[in-house]
């Protein structure tokens, strides 16, 4: 209405303000049920301006953090309830792994905000648990040693050319006064060496993918001047000088900041064996899996490690973190790379195979899976004695 109607138009009577106001108020009321009825997502918004991307509600603030407080100290939920599958899975840890899917980002009990200060070529993230302190210390005398960049100084600030963060959840053994030894523990290891990672959600196989999008989101916000990713089990070899050989290798491919390379499984269903591992019933899954690269070490570009935050947004929750990356690779049209210096499944398939326990193999790969603290220690020292004699060499790069 423009300002000369405003101006003529006669004022309404009693009855008729009376008809507005109720008018207006019905409105309002429809307005309000519209937003939590039909949009519930946007009635829930937080009014915070550190909600993450892809999430609306806040499902439990850290009373630490205050009402402003950092959203590492948050778990944020979507406020709508996941899609739920029109048959059920008869498994009870499929049913909560399905009711719960809907939260994704959880606090942050233990962060290093500057890890990945300065310039740094390679980021190894670690998969651990709690209870695997003596792993996280054989990585850390063997390929998880952080090493100094090319001509840095020995200053504090000096640039790195490979850093080490360990994954962790909350280990079952944490909870209640008998716990107490082992949150010491972590707490002592990790002042002592400032690596851990420790997020407030149940460090179990099923939320390896909950750790994987955790992993990503503090990644991006904590690493911005990182190029390339490593992330990879607590128990694999690898050959971090291999790893490097290969990036330089790759220098000028226009196509390296896409890389997603590792050992690549393509063609794969789901595992309908019940006592498998990976069992996923057809409720949950019942197509053929996107190509994607066993989690025992993948290596990624930090390019595409960013993008793949909010491709997983869009994408519900998989129990298996390996084939929820490639699920995001496939959103986003990347093919992840198959290269044979990644080895998940061991040297050879055959673990009595004598190769598994040769070192001038070991010496020339980039990752092989799998290999207890005693077993890693050991390989470390014999790739790398100067009396190692080999009667040829093959690269992987």
């Known amino acids: 209405m423009s300002l000369y109607r405003a101006l003529w138009w006669p004022a309404p009577s009693r009855p008729g303000r009376r008809r507005c106001a109720l008018g207006a108020a019905l409105l309002v009321l429809l307005a309000l049920l519209w937003l939590g009825v039909v949009r519930p997502e946007l009635a829930r918004l937080p009014l915070g301006p550190s909600r993450p991307a892809g999430t609306n509600a806040s499902a439990r603030l850290d009373p630490e953090a205050g009402d402003g407080g950092d959203s590492n100290r948050t778990v944020w939920c979507v406020s709508i309830q996941p899609r739920v599958p029109p048959q059920q899975p008869k498994e009870p840890h499929f049913r909560a792994f399905l009711r719960h899917s809907h ?77 107490e030894e082992l949150r010491r523990r972590l707490e002592q290891e990790d002042r002592a060496h400032g690596d851990l990672l420790r997020w ?60 997603f390379v590792g050992d690549v499984i393509g063609r794969a269903w789901p595992i309908r064996n019940p006592h498998s591992k990976y069992y996923i019933p057809p409720e949950l ?71 598994n326990r040769d070192p001038c193999f070991y010496r020339e790969l980039l990752m092989v899976h799998q290999l207890g603290p005693l077993a890693l220690l050991d390989m470390w020292e014999a790739v790398h004695s100067k009396d190692l004699l080999c009667a040829k060499s093959a690269s992987f790069l």
């Open 200 to 259: 407030d959600f149940a460090d179990t196989f099923y939320n390896l993918t909950l750790k994987a999008v955790n992993f990503l989101r503090w990644f991006q916000r904590r690493c911005p001047s990182v190029e390339f990713v490593f992330q990879g089990d607590d128990d694999v070899f690898v050959n971090p000088a291999n790893l490097l050989d290969f990036l330089r290798s790759r220098q000028g491919d226009p196509r390296l900041p896409q890389l």
């Open 285 to 355: 899954f019942n197509q053929p899996y996107p190509p994607y690269a066993g989690g025992g070490g993948i290596l990624m570009a930090a390019p595409l490690a960013r993008r793949l935050l909010p491709a997983s947004e869009y994408l519900p929750l998989f129990p298996i973190d390996d084939v929820f990356l490639g699920m995001c690779l496939k959103r986003l049209g990347v093919a992840p790379q198959a290269h044979p210096g990644f080895r998940t499944f061991g040297i050879h398939r055959a673990r009595a195979n004598p190769m």
């Open 103 to 179: 939260c994704r980002y959880f606090p942050l009990r233990t962060d290093h905000p500057d890890k990945c200060g300065g310039r740094v070529r390679l980021l190894l993230a670690v998969k651990s648990a709690p209870e695997h302190g003596e792993r996280r210390e054989a990585v850390r005398r063997t390929w998880g040693r952080e090493l100094p960049g090319p001509g840095s100084g020995s200053g504090s600030d000096a640039a790195a050319a490979v850093r080490t963060v360990f994954l962790l959840g909350k280990g079952a053994a944490e909870e209640g006064p008998s716990g």
